[in-house]
């Protein structure tokens, strides 16, 4: 009787511990269903790793994919680098997404050095420039209609960061194509002074011309227009690229396809940063947060 007792227990404790290592592991050809309907995918494959830099329309963009991405199941790490060691990330495989790809200008020495290693999965936002503004009360409407009026905007273009790829074009392109050279000159100083300036003349109905680009908030919360550029100084428009490390479309057919339908147009854009970035300063996850929740048709189709 005691050594069929310790056989019982033995063969008990042996059935333990093989369920244990069942559940742990799984077994040989195991699909890990655990439901009856369609397998589960394995841990890890649903994990991402999503590149992005400090511009606005990244910022916003990127946080607003991280939530959509995890009420899918995904699992999302985000990186903050500047765009060379993104690219150079991509390029190894040690960064799966980047979606902010300025092409064909602005990333193509990027895109010209690593596209072997990188798939293009997508242009999301295609009217990408820099421009110069005005508000909508004022009466020019080229660049070329600036030239005779300096006094009417005091002989300024209020610019941004002199260190800037827009203050560049604008001092050694658009200035001197127009002949506005002596009659104007390009105030550097900060985007969030420059910002402040323009709101400043509109609030008082003043003629004010500014350096600015698209995508940016302040085309869908401000009354201004870009001035025509018809001699194609300040260059030609840019799209916007979601941008995928070398196996990306076959490690990830879903998201590859939702990325592929993504776009945005100035509006959208521009009243997503707006939200995110100047009604919830400092807690910008948030903010996307609130724009989502006020946009749920937009977010909705995301992943149609």
């Known amino acids: 009787m005691r050594r069929l007792t310790m056989l019982i227990a033995a063969l008990l404790a042996f059935g333990l ?63 903050q680098l500047d765009p060379g060691p993104i690219f150079t990330g991509l390029s190894k495989g040690d960064i799966d997404l980047f979606l902010d790809g300025w092409l064909p200008v602005t990333h193509q020495p990027y895109w010209e050095k690593y596209s072997a290693d990188l798939e293009d999965l997508g242009v999301w936002y295609d009217n990408a420039k820099l421009a110069l503004a005005v508000p909508d009360y004022v009466k020019a409407k080229s660049i070329e209609d600036l030239k005779g009026s300096g006094g009417e905007f005091d002989g300024r273009i209020v610019g941004i960061e002199a260190g800037a790829g827009l203050t560049r074009v604008t001092k050694e392109e658009a200035i001197p194509q127009y002949g506005l050279e002596g009659e104007y000159e390009l105030v550097t100083s900060s985007t969030p002074a420059m910002l402040t300036e323009l709101q400043k003349a509109i609030d008082a109905k003043d003629p004010v011309v500014v350096t600015l680009w698209r995508p940016h908030w302040a085309y869908a919360k401000l009354p201004i227009r870009d001035l025509e550029d018809p001699k194609g100084a300040m260059g030609k428009a840019e799209e916007i690229h ?51 929740e006020d946009n749920p048709d937009f977010v909705t189709n995301l992943t149609k």
């Open 17 to 79: 511990v093989t369920v244990g290592c069942g559940t742990i592991g799984g077994s040989e050809g195991d699909t890990g269903d655990t439901g009856g309907g369609k397998a589960e995918e394995p841990a890890g494959e649903k994990s991402i790793k999503i590149g992005w830099i400090p511009w606005d329309e990244d910022v916003v963009v990127t946080h607003m994919w991280k939530q959509v991405l995890e009420e899918k199941g995904y699992e999302v790490e985000l990186v």
């Open 242 to 292: 979601a941008i995928g490390r070398k196996g990306f479309k076959k490690d990830f057919p879903e998201l590859a396809g939702w990325m592929a339908n993504f776009t945005m147009d100035d509006e959208s854009l521009g009243t997503l940063e707006d939200v995110a970035l100047n009604q919830n300063e400092g807690n910008e996850e948030e903010g996307v947060t609130a724009w989502m």
